[in-house]
């Protein structure tokens, strides 16, 4: 019996959705991709119910570019509480043991700050990392530990927001792969007393510019007070296909070279163009993401549907 088509428009876009605190992003992912009457929808790397802020959903075409915007570096705000260890290593897990704090500011900055750079890191039991198909906290809640070799990370900017006696925050720029509440956890062994996480918000993702963020409540009343213009109203806050691959270089294609394109046919480029990914692009429409090889030519890695 063949499938249906799933229902709904062929609109195509990212939406920055400013994810509240307590639930899911999947969960989340799909009121907006009801919101917007979308068929398809996928989102760029999930937020734990803990975590707040930028959440990108991408919408119909642009779901061939997350890829990209997993692999980009994130930039956290993150709080956290010295002289307690969780066993999830942030707010939601239960106190495993407490231990006095007799460290001073000092000594808490330059703990955080050793961190800066390339690092190797343990992710964490209560990440969505798989394992055997299956993500890291499900093995977590049924008390099953698994081996995590550690891998490497790097951050590429933090700063000591505020210290207090038991408590400091830190804003961090980091490699994809990098888990705050294991870095917090680390920060807090090597100052002998542990911490564990009490606020963690994602104020950027690449380069998306942080007042694009809508909260869902706010998207809602939109599509609430427009009710007979509501995508023309909503739509507006979508970002363009290609934005996922801003990142990329740019190269231009003949109309006869985007015919080739699109059958699939790699097409010579000529100039001084180095190899490597390309966003593709005729009379300025988007076509896809194309590679640039040593033979001069640019193969197909993903198009937009026509």
Request: aromatic letters at 8%; a negative charge.
């Amino acid at each position: 019996m063949a499938r249906s088509r799933k229902s709904g428009r062929a609109i195509d876009g990212v939406f920055l959705l400013d994810k509240p605190l307590g639930e899911s992003s999947n969960r989340y992912l799909q009121r907006v991709r009801a919101i917007f009457n979308a068929k398809k929808a996928g989102h760029t790397g999930a937020l734990d119910p803990l975590a707040s802020g930028m959440l990108p959903i991408c919408l119909g075409e642009s779901t061939k570019f997350s890829q990209y915007l997993l692999d980009a570096d994130k930039t956290y705000y993150v709080r956290a509480k010295l002289g307690i260890l969780t066993d999830t290593s942030d707010a939601d897990g239960e106190v495993v043991e407490t231990r006095p704090v007799t460290v001073d500011t000092e000594q808490i900055k330059q703990a955080c700050l050793a961190y800066l750079g390339d690092s190797e890191q343990v992710p964490s039991m209560y990440s969505a990392l798989k394992h055997e198909g299956k993500p890291l906290y499900w093995y977590a809640r049924q008390g099953i530990t698994v081996d995590r070799p550690a891998r490497p990370i790097t951050i590429f900017d933090m700063s000591v927001d505020d210290i207090t006696d038991d408590e400091f925050a830190l804003t961090v720029r980091v490699s994809k792969g990098t888990y705050i509440r294991s870095l917090v956890d680390d920060i807090g062994q090597d100052l002998g007393c542990g911490a564990y996480v009490t606020e963690l918000r994602r104020t950027r993702v690449a380069n998306y510019p942080t007042e694009k963020m809508l909260t869902f409540d706010a998207l809602q009343a939109l599509a609430d007070e427009h009710k007979d213009q509501r995508f023309e109203v909503i739509d507006q806050y979508l970002l363009t296909i290609d934005s996922p691959v801003a990142c990329l270089p740019k190269c231009e294609l003949t109309p006869a070279q985007q015919v080739g394109i699109q059958y699939g046919q790699a097409q010579r480029l000529t100039g001084e163009i180095g190899i490597g990914e390309y966003r593709m692009y005729c009379e300025g429409r988007f076509l896809g993401v194309g590679e640039l090889r040593a033979d001069s030519h640019i193969y197909v890695k993903r198009l937009v549907h026509n």
